[in-house]
Nanobody, 125 residues
């Protein structure tokens, strides 16, 4: 079993920055591939950014150039640096982990085995 705990969400003005953290504990084999997803009210949960065990990354087109995902394997922690935030970035952000290591599963919501409880990010205009 793996426990994922997110932190770092909050309220920020448009153009501002936030850094989300996701700390993992338990069977860390379940964090071989990590990702951030988000869900806005009335919308489906969507992929934001993902990172493989060896640091390969991929991000949604909507956040490219603004968001950066990284990981510290020694601390079992994944980060999401969010810059130039927009009101449309407002959502609950979820950290997710999976045992899989294939590149094709990185963006796939159903491939993830473990989820955090979510942290609210609100961007005001």
């Amino acid at each position: 079993q793996v426990q994922l705990v997110e932190s770092g969400g909050g309220l920020v003005q448009a153009g501002g920055s936030l850094r989300l953290s996701c700390a993992a504990s338990g069977r860390t084999g379940g964090t071989a591939t990590m990702a951030w997803f988000r869900q806005a009210p009335g919308k489906e949960r969507e992929f934001v950014s993902g990172i493989t065990w060896n640091g390969g990354t991929s991000s949604a087109d909507s956040v490219k150039g603004r968001f950066t995902i990284s990981r510290d394997n020694a601390k079992n922690t994944v980060y999401l640096q969010m810059n130039s935030l927009k009101p449309e970035d407002t959502a609950v952000y979820y950290c997710a982990g999976q045992y899989g290591t294939s590149w094709s599963s990185l963006r796939r919501l159903g491939a993830y085995d473990y989820w955090g409880q979510g942290t609210q990010v609100t961007v005001s205009s």
